[in-house]
């Protein structure tokens, strides 16, 4: 997983979901922070995968549209095996995806 620039920071583009929930994340101003943030989402999440941190210039964001999610997996070979389409409606249809790849393996 590769952390990128928060989609919803409460001091950018406020979402009233988040608000209800009490999610409350400023937007990070250094890769220091960005790592935090990324470190507390994974642990309250309980995400397992690895997770790596885009750089304030947002190189991996733009490379692959990732904003505000996407799902891509690369196979062994570094090849990409699964381009879903950018989310949020293209998140549930890349786990999907995700699945059917796993399953032929």
């Not at 920071?9 to 960005?34: H, L, T, V």
């Not at 891509?72 to 950018?86: C, F, L, N, S």
Request: aromatic fraction near 8%.
């Amino acid at each position: 997983m590769i952390y990128i620039k928060e989609a919803h920071p409460s001091d950018g583009w406020i979402m009233p979901a988040n608000e209800r929930q009490g999610i409350s994340i400023r937007d990070p101003k250094s890769y220091d922070e960005r790592v935090k943030v990324a470190e507390k989402t994974c642990s309250t999440l309980r995400i397992k995968l690895p997770c790596l941190v885009d750089g304030m210039d947002n190189a991996v964001n733009r490379a692959y549209a990732a904003w505000p999610d996407r799902i891509y997996v690369v196979d062994r070979d570094g090849r990409i095996a699964v381009k879903a389409e950018q989310g949020p409606r293209g998140f549930s249809p890349g786990v999907e995806q995700t699945r059917e790849w796993l399953s032929k393996l």
